[in-house]
């Protein structure tokens, strides 16, 4: 009898490590992410399937951002959601130098490309105060801004920037 419980604990055992594996895999495998193109500042990025995305442009440029929940939703908390935006200013409006635009940042090459990484500053954030996660990177026509806030486990601002390609 001792033989037949341990087996069925380790069985059950078993199948929740696999349902929690398979869980924590679906965010992260690339094949449930969307490629969204960004044709006339010749980038792409990838973001997750679930993802909402608004998109606009003005004079200054272009303005994506993405996100997991209704607008609508008051409830304050970000824990498993997430935002990022993206803000896309050419340089013939003035851009900000990216190093101004953020704070404790680190210098980070992507594929030869270099990008600022830090938080933005505390008066920025559309609105939202500052302190969210931010990059910006410096391209010949236009600056690439990008800052979003990240209630998930999977980190879903890094692997967003991470996924960032550029085309020449």
Request: charge should be negative; aromatic fraction near 14%.
């Amino acid at each position: 009898m001792f033989i037949f419980i341990a087996l069925l604990l380790g069985a059950l055992m078993y199948g929740g490590y696999i349902k929690y594996q398979k869980g924590t895999q679906s965010i992260n495998d690339l094949e449930e992410w969307v490629t969204y193109d960004v044709s006339d500042y010749n980038f792409s990025f990838d973001y997750p399937r679930d993802g909402i995305v608004d998109a606009q442009q003005d004079t200054s440029g272009r303005f994506l951002r993405i996100q997991n929940y209704d607008t609508q939703d008051v409830s304050h908390s970000i824990s498993g959601k997430h935002w990022i935006e993206f803000f896309a200013f050419t340089k013939d409006n003035n851009a900000i130098p990216c190093p101004r635009n953020i704070v404790n940042y680190n210098i980070i090459d992507l594929d030869g490309v270099t990008m600022y990484k830090g938080v933005t500053q505390p008066d920025e954030g559309s609105g939202a105060g500052g302190g969210h996660d931010a990059v910006c990177i410096e391209r010949q026509n236009y600056n690439l801004y990008i800052q979003g806030q990240d209630g998930t486990t999977e980190n879903i601002f890094e692997q967003i920037v991470n996924s960032i390609q550029f085309m020449e």
